[in-house]
């Protein structure tokens, strides 16, 4: 996916490696790694200011690249992030075989542990590929699933979707997507445009349907109607804490408290938090405090 799997230059990654030794170097701060999207910035602060209420001494690096930061994690220069499993299995693991759920999990941390990693629990939030449509035209068409816009599709409705190239294009992206349920939109009715803007052309008419990530902020704010994957198509993305064996062992509370975090998010709660910073244009660190303490847990 666009935001998971993005790599950085290779003198950015040099650079990343840089800084992070210099930090990691200081003792036993715990450093927390993050990728470069809200979502992700939104973790890796309620991490640092869930352990610093503890007692750790914790510090964070954030906006790497996908492939930086599993890289970081596995040498050692980051102590733990917060992980996607679709993203771990496909990517990483190299897997290409459909899992469900909990086979991906059981798939990663297995594999994982092999390499001094430990995958904690993962939470109910699963940032995967997602169809959706504004809710009057949905209920209009009476669609409700991807099977529903098959079947109206194949009907002879004709309907634009927006989405971007990569997802286009990707051998587990649209075209895959469209045999599974046996439909096509048409080369004609694709609005290829950046991944921010397809809810732009959804909530303005332009398109009929957007693909979008499942705990974006945008869905919440201009309600949209997520359409459910019906045949289990898109691979599950959980959002799960990520952290060196060695860095557990020398903090016995830290799974505890990142488990109990992780037990709080699912698609709701990770949307509403993008949409805190993404949306309303609050502050990371204010979105962040406001839940850790909401949910009792600072």
Same mark, same amino acid.
């Given at each position: ?48 200011? &869930? ?17 930086? &930061? ?18 771990? &299995? ?86 895959? &997507? ?121």
């Amino acid at each position: 996916m666009r935001r998971r799997t993005l790599m950085a230059a290779a003198a950015g990654a040099g650079m990343a490696s840089i800084v992070i030794r210099g930090a990691s170097a200081a003792g036993k701060t715990i450093v927390v790694g993050g990728k470069d999207f809200t979502e992700q910035l939104i973790l890796a602060e309620m991490t640092v200011q &869930l352990l610093k209420a503890h007692g750790l001494q914790v510090t964070s690096h954030t906006g790497m690249g996908s492939t930086v &930061l599993h890289e970081a994690l596995l040498h050692g220069e980051i102590d733990a992030y917060w992980g996607y499993t679709g993203t771990a &299995l496909i990517v990483f693991d190299k897997v290409k075989k459909h899992m469900s759920p909990q086979q991906t999990y059981e798939t990663v941390k297995t594999l994982a542990a092999k390499k001094g990693v430990v995958w904690l629990n993962p939470s109910r939030a699963n940032d995967t590929y997602c169809l959706v449509m504004n809710k009057a035209e949905a209920e209009k068409l009476k669609i409700d699933s991807i099977s529903d816009l098959a079947k109206v599709i194949r009907g002879g409705k004709k309907l634009t979707l927006a989405t971007d190239a990569e997802f286009a294009a990707r051998s587990d992206g649209l075209k895959p &997507l469209e045999k599974a349920y046996d439909f096509e939109f048409g080369r004609a009715n694709l609005k290829l445009m950046s991944p921010g803007l397809t809810y732009e052309a959804l909530h303005e008419h332009r398109v009929d349907v957007a693909m979008a990530f499942a705990t974006d902020g945008q869905i919440k704010e201009f309600d949209f109607v997520v359409l459910k994957d019906d045949k289990n198509y898109f691979p599950s993305y959980a959002i799960t804490p990520v952290v060196l064996k060695k860095t557990l062992d020398a903090n016995p509370k830290l799974a505890g408290l990142l488990n109990g975090l992780s037990a709080r998010l699912d698609d709701d709660t990770m949307a509403a938090l993008n949409a805190g910073v993404g949306v309303e244009k609050k502050s990371v660190q204010a979105v962040s405090r406001a839940f850790l303490k909401s949910q009792n847990l600072i």
